[in-house]
C-alpha cells in the first residue's frame, strides 16, 4: 500500500526520523546506562521507566521507516487544476452564509488545520474530491449537511 506524500512531507519525515536516532535513541541509551549504574535493577523505577520510553521511541522509528519505504512522493505539475485533486489550493464559498474558504488538500499525515491544510480522508477533503469550478459539494457533516461553492481551483 502506498502512502502519498508531498516533497516537504517526505523531507519533514526524514529530519524528524534522523532526530530520534541521532538524538533521542542515544539519550534513552544514557538514561538506561545511569540507571543502571545505580544498581537492583528489580526495583529500579528509573530503569523500566527509561526501557519503557526505549521500547516507544523504537516502536515510533520503525513505524516512521515503514512509511519511509512505502512514500510516494506526489508530482504537483502533473496534477490537473480543473478539478479538485489532492493538492489542489481550493476556495471554497459556503452556500448557507457567503463565508468564503481556502484549504489545501493533503495527504492524511499532512493535515494541519492552522496552515488550512486538510486531508483528502475528511468529510470535506472527500466530498470535494472530482469537483469543478462552480460545482456545488454537498458534505455530510455531524451537525448536518453543509454545501460549498467550488470557487477557484489552484497549485
Known amino acids: 500500500m502506498s502512502i502519498y506524500l508531498t516533497k516537504d512531507g517526505l523531507n519533514n519525515l ?3 526520523l534522523d532526530h530520534l536516532k541521532r538524538v533521542e535513541r ?3 541509551s544514557a538514561q538506561i546506562a545511569e ?7 528489580s526495583e529500579n523505577a528509573e530503569y523500566d521507566a527509561a526501557k519503557e520510553a526505549q521500547g516507544l521511541l523504537e516502536l515510533k522509528i520503525s513505524k516512521m521507516e515503514a512509511t519511509l ?8 505539475s502533473q496534477l490537473d487544476t ?9 476556495k471554497l464559498k459556503n452556500v448557507a452564509n457567503g463565508m468564503e474558504l481556502e484549504y489545501t488538500l493533503v495527504p492524511e499525515n499532512e493535515a494541519d488545520l492552522k496552515a488550512k491544510k486538510i ?3 475528511s468529510p470535506i477533503g472527500k466530498g470535494l474530491l472530482g469537483k469543478k469550478q462552480g460545482d456545488v459539494a454537498e458534505i455530510q457533516v455531524p451537525s448536518g449537511i453543509m454545501k460549498f461553492e467550488v470557487v477557484e481551483i489552484g497549485r
Open 14 to 16: 526524514k529530519k524528524e
Open 26 to 28: 542515544p539519550a534513552i
Open 35 to 41: 540507571a543502571r549504574d545505580k544498581g537492583d535493577l
Open 69 to 76: 519505504s512505502e512514500a510516494v512522493v506526489i508530482d504537483e
Open 82 to 90: 480543473d478539478k479538485v485533486l489532492i493538492l489542489s489550493k481550493v
Open 119 to 121: 486531508s483528502v480522508e
